[in-house]
């Protein structure tokens, strides 16, 4: 009996010749090539008809997605799938996971917000009122080209930002106990840091939501988020937080000033970050002792300057087959960014509904009466506003004259002007690049600072006011110095020494500054030690012309 077979192919079997036939002969070789080539033509056909269907097969689920999704959500998910295959692969999603688990961050902020301050019906209350008008996108010096190179989508969210987030918020007198003085005896004048300037490195622009803060920044948070949600209380760049200083004492008020640098986020995922950082947020708050009550509250975004925001945007672009990103960056006028209490606190009310109500004042004359208040010691609006200023740029303990009172002021001490010429304000955060560069770095320096204050006149200029001077100013000789150093304005941030009469002995750059410090040497100290030389070069070339007494401007 024969074993069984096991499982699996048999082995093969050479077939056996049929019996008085030839056997075929073997193909030859343009046989061969030619049945190649038809295969080949074949396996084309079949995958170009294969592709032709995945396309068909695309295209239809592109159609189907839009139907379904719309518009905004298909935008959203073709963000996210990079390499258009209309599905998303763990590793497409996962760079944008953070941005996407973010988005709740601000509701969240905002619930922290009303946690740690929940409204007590035995404290006063009040109303803040917020006014806005948006940026005019016409003084952006990109609406000179129309916006050249810069997408639709990246300014949508500055464009869509017409009106603020909230008019009208309810706030609780005590949470203004952050603006009370850290002790009893501080000077009128005498700064102190509410959120202190902590940087210590630029921080990341590619952000979309704010971080969680502290409870000091909750209150700065709540009062700035009224105009946007997407606030960030602490700015990229420096200085950073909140400096405040006595104004006015009584027995039982302070009037406080203070000044905050903060920035907005208008974009969200899946567009790039668009930044919009005003020159500085300043105002004042008369609250009692305890701050059990606030008599008044404002704050604004001053708009004396003619450019008072910075913007930045990060821009995608392509570079031997990289993809890479770069940030850009414009400044711009805003007429109006403020908020106010609406009257003084005062007690609220419960009605049969439950909702708590803020009383007006008009509506309770005679429930409320509120003395005038005799102050013992006060000082200016400008004199705090200046000891603001020192706090946040020390570089500003030298005195910075406007144009023409500088080279009136250096006639008369018979001094070279300093005078520094840029896009933005050298004394708020609407100065970016090398105009920062140069004010925390080597303005600052005490070396600098000295020779500053006792050798120089120090002034600057934004480049518009100089175009107006000399464009619309009816005086010549206010026209003849305008031009004189529009004339020297090569690089984004120039420094000029110039004689009493507006004429240049010596000017320097930003850019030549570094260039400089590079070619010589590795060592950060350099552009501090480049700078000193750079002015008393200036007043070696001055020296024969300085001992000349008298005679007109020009």
Request: hydrophobic content about 40%; overall charge neutral.
């Amino acid at each position: 009996m024969d074993p069984p077979r096991r499982p699996g192919p048999s082995e093969p079997r050479q077939p056996q010749q049929p019996r008085g036939r030839r056997l075929h002969c073997p193909l030859s070789l343009r046989d061969l090539a030619l049945l190649v080539a038809m295969l080949g033509a074949l396996l084309a056909i079949a995958a170009r008809g294969y592709m032709d269907f995945r396309e068909a097969q695309a295209e239809a689920l592109r159609v189907a997605a839009q139907k379904y999704l719309g518009k905004d959500g298909f935008f959203l998910f073709s963000s996210l799938d990079t390499d258009k295959d209309m599905s998303i692969s763990l590793e497409e999603f996962k760079p944008d996971a953070k941005k996407l688990i973010a988005a709740t961050s601000v509701s969240i902020l905002e619930e922290e917000v009303s946690q740690k301050f929940p409204l007590d019906l035995s404290e006063e209350k009040f109303s803040v009122m917020a006014r806005f008008q948006p940026l005019l996108q016409e003084t952006m010096s990109k609406s000179k080209n129309g916006f050249l190179k810069v997408s639709h989508l990246t300014l949508s969210g500055l464009r869509n930002w017409t009106v603020p987030d909230e008019v009208l918020r309810l706030f609780s007198a005590r949470q203004f106990v952050i603006f009370l003085p850290p002790k009893e005896d501080l000077k009128l004048g005498e700064p102190w840091w509410i959120i202190p300037n902590e940087i210590k490195e630029l921080l990341p622009s590619n952000r979309f939501y704010p971080p969680r803060f502290k409870r000091k920044e909750a209150l700065i948070y709540k009062l700035l988020s009224m105009f946007h949600p997407r606030l960030f209380v602490k700015t990229r760049f420096g200085p950073q937080g909140t400096v405040a200083c006595l104004m006015a004492t009584s027995n039982f008020y302070y009037t406080v000033a203070f000044r905050i640098h903060a920035e907005f986020q208008l974009n969200e995922p899946p567009l790039f970050p668009f930044w919009f950082t005003p020159g500085q947020f300043t105002g004042y708050i008369i609250l009692s002792k305890d701050s059990s009550h606030v008599r008044d509250f404002k704050l604004f975004v001053p708009n004396h300057k003619p450019l008072n925001v910075e913007m930045e945007w990060l821009y995608q672009y392509e570079e031997n087959g990289t993809s890479s990103s770069e940030l850009d960056m414009d400044i711009g006028y805003l007429p109006q960014m403020e908020l106010e209490s609406w009257g003084p606190s005062a007690s609220t009310e419960i009605h049969k509904n439950g909702k708590i109500t803020y009383r007006r004042l008009c509506e309770q004359s005679s429930q409320f009466v509120f003395e005038d208040i005799v102050w013992q010691q006060e000082i200016s609006w400008e004199k705090a506003a200046r000891q603001l200023e020192i706090a946040m740029y020390p570089f500003l303990k030298v005195t910075y004259l406007p144009l023409v009172k500088a080279f009136e002021r250096a006639r008369t001490e018979n001094k070279l002007v300093h005078s520094i010429v840029l896009w933005g304000s050298l004394d708020d955060q609407s100065c970016f690049g090398p105009g920062q560069d140069l004010r925390d770095i080597i303005l600052g320096d005490s070396l600098i600072l000295t020779l500053l204050k006792y050798s120089f006149i120090s002034s600057w200029s934004q480049v518009h006011e100089l175009n107006e001077i000399q464009n619309n100013q009816d005086d010549e000789s206010h026209k003849k110095l305008a031009k004189l150093l529009l004339e020297k304005y090569t690089s984004p941030v120039k420094m000029l020494l110039c004689l009493p009469n507006g004429t240049v002995v010596h000017d320097t750059s930003v850019d030549e500054l570094y260039q400089a410090s590079k070619e010589r040497s590795h060592r950060f100290v350099h552009p501090v030690m480049l700078y000193e030389q750079f002015l008393q070069e200036g007043l070696f070339r001055a020296q024969p012309f300085l001992h000349r007494k008298g005679g007109s401007l020009f």
